[in-house]
C-alpha cells in the first residue's frame, strides 16, 4: 500500500509539470508577444552579451565533460566491479567475523575443561545468545531477512514484486543476522542467505548507477541485475566462480538469458579473487588456493570396479535428498498449522529457536552425547577432515598418525568409527532439517554437503574394509579413498536437495581437483533422477509453503497440457475502458477493482483491444482532473477571456457584481475562485452557499466528460493469445517473459483475460492428474488438507491480483 501511494503521487506528479510545461510555453509566448508589443523588451548591453556568451560557452563545455564521465562510469563493467568489490569485502567481513566467533566458542570450552556443569552452560549458552539476537534483530529491523531468500528471487526474477525484499533494511538485517548465526556454531548455511545479499547490493548499486546511466531503470535490464547478483552471491560465498554462475542458473531461472553469461562470470571471478586476496592478506592462507583443498593422488585416483559404488552413492543420496526436504517442509507444515501451540510461538517468538538451539546444543555437548558424533567439530572443520587422505579404520585403535589433525574427533577409542559417522549422519540429518526453520537467514547448502560428505565417507570407510588391501586391476593396485567417496558423497547431496548439477563443478573448485569427475558426474545425475521423481527442490517447497505465486515445472509427459486451451481457463468477464468512458465510470472501476492494468478498447460495442493503461496513469489522471492545479490554470484561462472583454483589473478585493458577472458569464471561473478563497471573511454566507453549489454542480459536470487519453501513457501492445491457445505454450511464454496476465482475442476484439492465477491452478492440476496421488500430490495437498482448499488458500494469499 506503501508503495502504491507513493508511485500514485509520483504518477500525479508528472502528469501535472507535463500539463503546467504545457500551458506554461503557452502563456509564456503570450506574455513575450504582449511585451514585444508594448515595448518593454530592451535590448542587452555589448559588455551584458559578452558575459552571457562566455557563460554559454563554459556551460557547455561542463555540460560535455560531464556527459563524457557519466557515459563511462554508467557502463556495465564498472557496476561489476563495483559489485564484486562490495559483496568480497561483505563475504570476507562475514567469515571473519563468524571464525572470531567460533573460536571463542571453543577458547571458553577448552578453558572450562574440567568443570563439567559450567561448559554445558556455556557450550548452551553461547549459541543460544547469538541465535536469539539474529532472531529478534530481524524480526524487529526487517522480517524479509529470515530465512534462506532464493525462493523469493526466483519468484522476484519471474516477474512478480515482492515488497520490501530488496531494501537496504533487508540487506542490513540479513548480514548482521546471518554473521550471528554462522558464529553460533548452529547447522545452518550461508550460500542461500548471501545469494538474496547479493542481489540486494546489485539492486542498491543499480539505483546509485542510474544517475549515471538510464539504462539502469529499465524493468528488463533490472532483472539481469539481479540475474548478475545470484551468480557473485554464490561464486563470492566459497571462492567457485565457474560453479557460481552455473548453480545460479540452474536455481534461480527457468529460462536463462545468454547475454548475461558474460557478466555473471566476470562479475563472479573478480569478487571470489578479491575474496581470496583477502584471505592471503590476513594470513589465512598462503596464497590463492581452493578453499577445502584436497591432496588425492592423481595418477589413480579410482578404479573402474568402484563405479557401482559410487553409483549407489547416488541413489541412496536421491532417496535421502527427497526425505530431506519432505522432513523439512513437514516442520514448517507443523509449526503453520492452526493450533494453541502454534499461536502460542507465534505470539512468543523467541521460543521456538531457543528450544531448537538448546536441543542442538545440549547433543552436541562434547563430553556428553556428542563425544559419540564428533560434536565438538565447527562445520569447516567436519568437511576438512572427511575430505582428509586417511583411511580411519586402519589407523583406529592405534596411535593417531602424524598430520591427523581435527581428524581425531572421528576416533573414540570405544566405539566404532562405522558408529560414529552413522550418528552423526542421522542426528545432523534432522538437526539440519529442524535447524533451518528457525526464524533466523540460514540456508541449507553447507549442512546438507556436510551431510553428504559424512554419508559419502561412511561408504567410503565401508569399502576401505571390504578391500583393506585394495582393488587389483590389471596388475595394478587401486587404494581405497575415503576421502573421495565423501567428495562424491557431498556432490549428490546437495544435488538432490537442490535439483542442480551444477554442485559438481562446484566440488571441483572447493576440492581443487577434478580427479573423480566422472564418478561425481554419475552420482549428482543419479541422485537428480531420483530426487526429482520424489519430491520438489528445496526451494520450490519453500515456494510452495509460502504460496508465493511462481509457476510450478511441468517436466516430461504432461499431454494433458497440449489438450488444455486458454478458453477453457480465461475470464470472459472483463473489465475495461473505452475512449468513450468518463471519468466517473473511470472512478468507479478503479474503486471497485484492484487491477494493476486496465484494458482499453475502441467502443463497447466493437470491443476491439487498442491497448492497456496502468492502474497509476488512470489515478494520476482522475486526481489531475479535479486538482487545485488544474482549477487554477482554468482560472487563468477564464480571466484572460473574461480581461479581453470586459478590459478591467481584477483588484485584491473583487466587488460583488463582479463575482456575479463571473458567476453567469462561466462557472468554472467561480468555482476555482471559491475554492482558492473559499475561507476569506468578506464572502456573504448567502453567496457562499450559492457558490459551493455552483462547485458541486461543476465537478459533477466534469467528471460526466470523456477521459483524455491522450493526456495519458497508454502501451499499444499488451501481450496477447489467441482462444486456442495450448496451455503448455502458454504456460512457456508465462515463465519466458515473466507475466501476469495476457489478454485473449479474437480477431482484434478483447473475449477475455488469463491470469498467473488461472495458469498456476490449472498446471498444478495437471501435474496431480498426471502423477497421480503419489509424491507430488502429498506436495500440493501439504499432507491433511485438500488439493481445493490448499490452491484456493495460495490464490487468497498470493500477492498478485488476477487482471
Given at each position: 500500500e506503501h508503495h502504491g501511494a507513493s508511485g500514485r503521487r509520483e504518477a500525479t506528479r508528472l502528469l501535472t509539470e507535463r500539463q503546467i510545461k504545457k500551458h506554461g510555453r503557452h502563456d509564456h509566448r503570450k506574455t513575450q508577444v504582449r511585451a514585444a508589443e508594448e515595448g518593454s523588451e530592451v535590448m542587452l548591453s555589448h559588455s551584458l552579451f559578452c558575459d552571457w556568451l562566455c557563460c554559454l560557452v563554459w556551460t557547455d563545455c561542463i555540460a560535455r565533460v560531464q556527459r563524457f564521465l557519466v557515459t563511462r562510469l554508467g557502463e556495465d563493467w564498472i557496476f561489476l566491479v563495483l559489485l564484486g568489490i562490495t559483496m568480497a569485502l561483505v563475504s570476507w567481513t562475514m567469515d571473519y567475523a563468524s571464525a572470531k566467533s567460533l573460536q571463542a566458542y571453543k577458547w571458553i570450552h577448552g578453558e572450562l575443561r574440567g568443570n563439567i556443569p559450567l561448559q554445558y552452560l556455556a557450550w548452551v549458552a553461547y549459541p543460544l545468545i547469538f541465535v536469539l539476537f539474529a532472531s529478534l534483530f530481524c524480526h524487529l529491523v526487517s522480517p524479509q531477512a529470515i530465512g534462506s531468500g532464493i525462493p523469493e528471487l526466483k519468484t522476484i526474477l519471474r516477474g512478480v514484486v515482492l515488497k520490501e525484499y530488496l531494501t537496504l533494511k533487508a540487506f542490513i538485517a540479513k548480514v548482521i543476522g546471518l554473521t550471528a548465526a554462522l558464529g553460533s556454531g548452529m547447522p545452518v548455511g550461508k550460500e542461500g542467505p548471501f545469494v538474496h545479499i547479493a542481489s540486494i547490493c546489485a539492486a542498491v548499486l543499480s539505483r546509485f548507477m542510474s544517475?549515471?546511466?538510464g539504462v539502469y531503470q529499465n524493468p528488463y535490464c533490472y532483472t539481469d541485475i539481479l540475474t548478475v547478483g545470484c551468480a557473485v552471491g554464490v561464486g563470492c560465498c566459497f571462492g567457485t566462480p565457474l560453479g557460481g554462475v552455473l548453480f545460479s542458473i540452474e536455481v534461480t531461472s527457468t529460462y536463462?538469458?545468454?547475454?548475461?553469461?558474460?557478466?555473471?562470470?566476470?562479475?563472479?571471478?573478480?569478487?571470489?579473487?578479491?575474496?581470496?586476496?583477502?584471505?592471503?592478506?590476513?594470513?589465512?592462507?598462503?596464497?590463492?588456493?581452493?578453499?577445502?583443498?584436497?591432496?588425492?593422488?592423481?595418477?589413480?585416483?579410482f578404479d573402474l570396479q568402484e563405479l557401482p559404488a559410487f553409483a549407489i552413492i547416488g541413489i541412496s543420496c536421491g532417496f535421502l535428498g527427497a526425505f530431506f526436504v519432505y522432513l523439512n517442509r513437514q516442520v514448517v507444515l507443523f509449526m503453520r498449522r492452526p493450533n494453541a501451540m502454534t499461536r502460542f510461538l507465534i505470539k512468543h517468538r523467541l521460543i521456538f529457536p531457543a528450544v531448537v538451539?538448546?536441543?542442538?546444543?545440549?547433543?552436541?555437548?562434547?563430553?556428553?552425547?556428542?563425544?559419540?558424533m564428533a560434536g565438538e567439530l565447527m562445520p569447516r572443520e567436519c568437511i576438512n577432515s572427511l575430505f582428509d587422505n586417511f583411511t580411519w579404520t586402519k589407523i583406529w585403535g592405534s596411535p593417531p598418525p602424524v598430520g591427523l589433525g581435527r581428524s581425531a574427533a572421528w576416533l573414540h577409542p570405544d566405539v566404532s568409527v562405522f558408529v560414529v559417522l552413522l550418528l552423526f549422519f542421522v542426528m545432523k540429518f534432522w538437526m539440519s532439517a529442524v535447524a533451518t526453520t528457525m526464524p533466523i537467514p540460514s540456508g541449507a547448502f553447507m549442512p546438507v554437503f556436510i551431510l553428504g560428505a559424512a554419508f559419502g565417507r561412511l561408504v567410503g570407510e565401508i569399502m576401505a574394509t571390504l578391500f583393506p588391501d585394495g582393488i587389483v586391476f590389471d596388475d595394478i593396485l587401486y587404494r581405497i579413498i575415503p576421502g573421495g567417496y565423501a567428495v562424491i558423497g557431498a556432490a549428490a547431496l546437495t544435488g538432490a536437495v537442490t535439483h542442480t548439477v551444477s554442485t559438481a563443478v562446484i566440488c571441483f573448485e572447493l576440492t581443487g581437483q577434478i580427479s573423480h569427475i566422472l564418478p561425481m558426474m554419475v552420482a549428482v545425475?543419479?541422485?537428480?533422477?531420483?530426487?526429482?521423481?520424489?519430491?520438489?527442490?528445496l526451494y520450490d517447497s519453500i515456494i510452495q509453503v509460502k504460496k508465493l505465486p511462481y509457476l510450478p515445472e511441468l517436466g516430461f509427459g504432461h499431454m494433458r497440457l497440449y489438450n488444455t486451451f486458454v478458453e477453457n481457463i480465461m475470464v470472459r468477464k472483463v473489465k475495461?475502458?473505452?475512449?468513450?468512458?468518463?471519468?466517473?465510470?473511470?472512478?468507479?472501476?478503479?474503486?471497485?477493482?484492484?487491477?494493476?492494468?486496465?484494458?482499453?478498447?475502441?467502443?463497447?460495442?466493437?470491443?476491439?483491444?487498442?491497448?492497456s493503461i496502468d492502474r497509476l496513469e488512470l489515478l494520476a489522471l482522475c486526481d489531475w482532473w479535479l486538482?487545485?492545479?488544474?482549477r487554477l490554470l482554468m482560472l487563468v484561462r477564464t480571466l484572460e477571456q473574461l480581461e479581453k472583454k470586459l478590459k478591467t483589473i481584477i483588484e485584491t478585493k473583487v466587488s460583488l457584481s463582479l463575482n456575479t458577472t463571473l458567476a453567469n458569464k462561466n462557472p468554472n471561473c467561480c468555482c476555482c475562485l471559491v475554492y482558492l478563497f473559499h475561507d476569506s471573511l468578506w464572502f456573504p454566507s448567502l453567496w457562499r452557499w450559492a457558490l459551493l453549489l455552483q462547485i458541486r454542480a461543476w465537478e459533477e459536470a466534469e467528471m460526466d466528460k470523456p477521459v483524455e487519453i491522450d493526456e495519458i501513457r497508454v502501451d499499444p501492445s499488451p501481450f496477447q493469445l489467441v482462444e486456442r491457445t495450448s496451455l503448455h505454450k502458454t504456460h512457456t511464454l508465462f515463465s519466458l517473459l515473466g507475466l501476469s496476465h495476457a489478454y485473449v482475442t479474437s480477431i482484434g476484439k478483447l473475449v477475455g483475460v488469463v491470469a498467473l492465477k488461472e495458469v498456476r491452478n490449472q498446471s498444478l492440476t495437471n501435474v496431480t492428474l498426471v502423477t497421480g496421488e503419489g509424491?507430488?500430490?502429498?506436495?500440493?495437498?501439504?499432507?491433511?488438507?485438500s488439493k481445493r482448499s490448499?490452491?484456493?488458500?495460495?490464490?487468497?494469499?498470493?500477492?498478485?491480483?488476477?487482471?
Open positions: 544517475f549515471f546511466s536463462f538469458a545468454v547475454r548475461n553469461y558474460w557478466r555473471g562470470y566476470f562479475a563472479a571471478t573478480f569478487s571470489a579473487f578479491i575474496f581470496r586476496v583477502l584471505s592471503v592478506f590476513n594470513k589465512d592462507a598462503v596464497t590463492i588456493t581452493a578453499l577445502f583443498r584436497t591432496n588425492f593422488r592423481m595418477d589413480f585416483p538451539t538448546l536441543v542442538i546444543a545440549s547433543l552436541t555437548f562434547p563430553p556428553g552425547f556428542g563425544q559419540f545425475i543419479l541422485a537428480n533422477m531420483v530426487a526429482q521423481g520424489l519430491q520438489p527442490s475495461f475502458i473505452s475512449s468513450q468512458s468518463t471519468y466517473r465510470e473511470v472512478k468507479h472501476l478503479l474503486d471497485s477493482s484492484s487491477l494493476k492494468t486496465i484494458p482499453l478498447v475502441d467502443s463497447k460495442d466493437s470491443m476491439i483491444l487498442l491497448g486538482s487545485p492545479e488544474r509424491a507430488w500430490s502429498l506436495y500440493v495437498s501439504g499432507g491433511s488438507e490448499r490452491l484456493e488458500a495460495a490464490d487468497r494469499s498470493s500477492s498478485l491480483e488476477p487482471p
